[in-house]
């Protein structure tokens, strides 16, 4: 199988509201099954969305929506970490609140490991404002984000059921250097914060049936990644066509018609 460049994929072991959910599904290293309903001609376009192509679907100069930050407690919290399984899953953490203008709010768990309460909010304050240029129903239903210390080369993974993301700060890093961190953000929220509600839906299956084809091979990996992956290049298609190039842009639509109508039923915001 093709190793997808970057393995982000749902948690292995997460709990929400004190009990541990199922494991639903290993990272995207661990031998998925291929997508099933679309035997095609046309192959992917692309790698990957965020690190197997040079778009800025987001750029660091968007608008953001983020108001302010406001320290709420060092404290417990369900930091999952698939560095290793085994460890606590219940760990410190300075826990902060992004207020968003648009009256959404994301809470932020910084791993105590980060030694201070400025510095943990030196790191939040990496995110606040990227966050910001999210959707806004993704920031609906987004409930928080975790920051593990360190991790360059661990990859965020997101779980949709709990509706949370996890990121590695060291990794966040290299994505920030290559102006990589929106469209990872935007990738990982797309599980966490949509995907439990839209995934199941007709209009969805039958527009990928219809397809036909992958928009790139990291969305051939497994369905999930399919929905995360056309939700970048369709968001931007929609709210920022001139970020392509015209002859990529209409290599896109030819590609994935069907996904991106579906789409635009869902960015309506
Ligand atoms: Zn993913």
Same mark, same amino acid.
């Given at each position: ?5 970057? %393995?982000? *994929? ?7 509201? *004190? ?8 990272? +995207? &290293? +661990? ?19 965020? =690190?197997?192509?040079?778009?800025? @679907?987001?750029?660091? $100069? ?10 709420? +407690?060092?404290?417990?919290f369900?930091m999952?970490d ?9 760990k410190?953490a300075y826990v902060f609140? %992004? ?6 709010? =994301?809470a932020i768990a910084v791993d105590a490991a980060f *030694?201070?309460?400025?510095a943990a909010e030196q790191e939040a304050s990496r995110y606040t404002?990227?966050? *910001? ?5 993704? $920031?609906?239903?987004?409930?928080h984000i975790v920051i593990h210390e360190g991790g360059?080369?661990?990859?965020a993974?997101?779980? &949709?059921?709990?509706?949370f993301l996890v990121l590695y700060s060291g990794n966040a890093t ?11 953000? !935007? ?15 007709? +209009? ?23 929905? %995360?992956?056309?939700?970048? @290049? ?26 991106? &109508? !579906? ?7």
């Amino acid at each position: 199988m093709i190793r997808p460049l970057f %393995a982000c *994929g749902l948690a292995i072991v997460a709990s929400v509201a *004190g009990g541990l959910l199922p494991v639903r599904n290993g990272d +995207a &290293d +661990a031998g998925r099954v291929a997508a099933t309903p679309t035997p095609s001609d046309r192959p992917p376009l692309y790698r990957s969305s965020v =690190v197997g192509t040079d778009f800025d @679907f987001i750029t660091d $100069r968007d608008p953001s929506a983020f108001d302010a930050l406001r320290f709420v +407690a060092l404290k417990p919290f369900e930091m999952p970490d698939k560095r290793a399984n085994d460890r606590p899953l219940m760990k410190d953490a300075y826990v902060f609140a %992004a207020r968003y203008r648009d009256g959404t709010t =994301v809470a932020i768990a910084v791993d105590a490991a980060f *030694g201070s309460r400025p510095a943990a909010e030196q790191e939040a304050s990496r995110y606040t404002l990227r966050l *910001g240029r999210l959707p806004s129903l993704y $920031r609906r239903h987004l409930r928080h984000i975790v920051i593990h210390e360190g991790g360059a080369d661990t990859t965020a993974f997101a779980e &949709d059921r709990g509706h949370f993301l996890v990121l590695y700060s060291g990794n966040a890093t290299r994505r920030i250097g290559t102006h990589d961190l929106e469209e990872t953000l !935007f990738h990982e929220a797309t599980h966490a914060a949509i995907q439990q509600q839209y995934l199941p839906r007709a +209009a969805w299956k039958t527009a990928r049936t219809r397809d036909g084809a992958f928009v790139t091979h990291y969305a051939e990996t497994d369905e999930q990644e399919d929905f %995360a992956e056309s939700a970048l @290049f369709a968001y931007t298609l929609i709210k920022h066509p001139e970020r392509f190039p015209v002859a990529e842009r209409e290599r896109i639509e030819r590609q994935i018609p069907h996904r991106i &109508d !579906f789409f635009r039923t869902v960015y309506v915001d």
